[in-house]
């Protein structure tokens, strides 16, 4: 089945915008945060110059060559094997399970947004009990944003690839540039920049533990959206005679890019203010907005806009996480758009409010299994073990399966010089890389 084209800026706009999500803004301040900061934000660097780089090129192939949804394409560049490798393409649904917990969080900056404009909690005493209260006892508040959440992507989704996808993107992602780009020049001028600057660059060896590097290595994928078909997804509908090279640098440098200026603008508000930087995941939710509170009524404009920043940032990437899956059903079982959009909706729509409810105290506990609530294992068997195992999977595919002349003949002319450099940390660098992560976040290693 014919699937509609991107324009070229449009597909860079989307896959940035998939990229630049929730883990820039939220999660990278927070675990840089917890990690000590310059030694894992280099550690983190060179992952996504090493390995993200190497892989999103080779992701993109698989879509740009294939041209249907994950699974079709896997099926159909595996020269043996064709039943087996079909499975690869699975790897889609990882996305909406990542949409369960991804939503409500969507939903709590929907949240901080209205808040932002009302009263702002005014010492961080108030804003952790007001955000303990939000996730353990307001269930309702919870699942109405994540209802708003949920009929928003549904109907952008549903709306197809050009005229739902890549118009939110060209509306949001600007949205997303221009108050990110803002509040970074305001960071600048204020005194606690310096010490912001020498916590995420002056690295110091002895603060990083072999947890965290698993960590940068685990968050690299995360945040460039690699390992679940989602750029695969995307690139399926690029423009022949794309430049896959020059357009996996852009997003790159677009999802880093935010994601330093996002910590080193939070870095900075939080120094400025007093605040500690490894406050955790309450960083944004619960340091924050007590610092905008300190800083007056600049600080409701800043919070407004930090908070829409946050919000488009998630709603970008929340399209992307869907847009695999209703592809395939698209594809392969002839469902209409809209079919496919509202069943895959509504697979993270009830399964979204099985999370919340895990977090809250009433149903907390007949809702965590082991050692973590459902929304942490959704988290967690995404992040840190379906992605990597994804990337494992495309890694092999491109570098050991697909034949090599169907590789060459695109990246020849996308890498030049640099091509012979690039299959040989595809085929060797990076499995083995990968093949240490999976093995110690599924616990047979203990780094
Ligand atoms: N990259 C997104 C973020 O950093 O928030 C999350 C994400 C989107 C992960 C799409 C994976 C994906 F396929």
Known sequence: MKIARFSRIGFILAAAGSAVGL??????????GENGGGAFVFVYLITVLMIGFTLMIAEMLIGYVGRRDSVSNFEELAPR????WKYGGFMSIAGLIIMTFYS??????????????GSLPASVEVAKEHFTTLLSLDIGTQIFYHTLVFLFVTTVVARGIKGGIEKLNFFLMPVLIVTMGSMFVYATTLSGFTQSWDFMFGVDWSKLTSASLVTAVGHAFFT???GMATILTYSASLPKDSNL????????ALDTGIALVAG???FTFLYEYGASPSAGPGLVFISLPAVFSEMGVAGHFF???????LASAGLT???????PFIQYLVDRFKFSRLKASVASGLFFYIFGIVAILSTSKEYGEILTFGSKNFFDWADFITASVMLPIGGLIMAIFVGHVMQEERVASVLKRDLGFFYPYWYFSLRYIVPIALFVVVLNLVGVLNL
Not at 104 to 117: A, E, K, N, Y
Not at 245 to 252: A, G, Q
Not at 303 to 309: E, G, L, Q, R
């Open 23 to 32: 883990g820039n803004i939220w999660k990278f301040p927070y675990i840089t």
């Open 81 to 84: 094997h064709k039943n087996l």
């Open 104 to 117: 409500p969080v969507i939903g709590w900056t929907f949240h901080f947004v209205l808040l932002s404009l």
């Open 224 to 226: 460039l959206s690699l």
């Open 245 to 252: 090279v020059r357009s996996s640098l852009i997003v790159i």
């Open 264 to 266: 080193l603008t939070l």
């Open 303 to 309: 919070a407004f806009t930090f908070f829409v920043a």
């Open 317 to 323: 990437s929340a399209v992307s996480l869907v847009e």
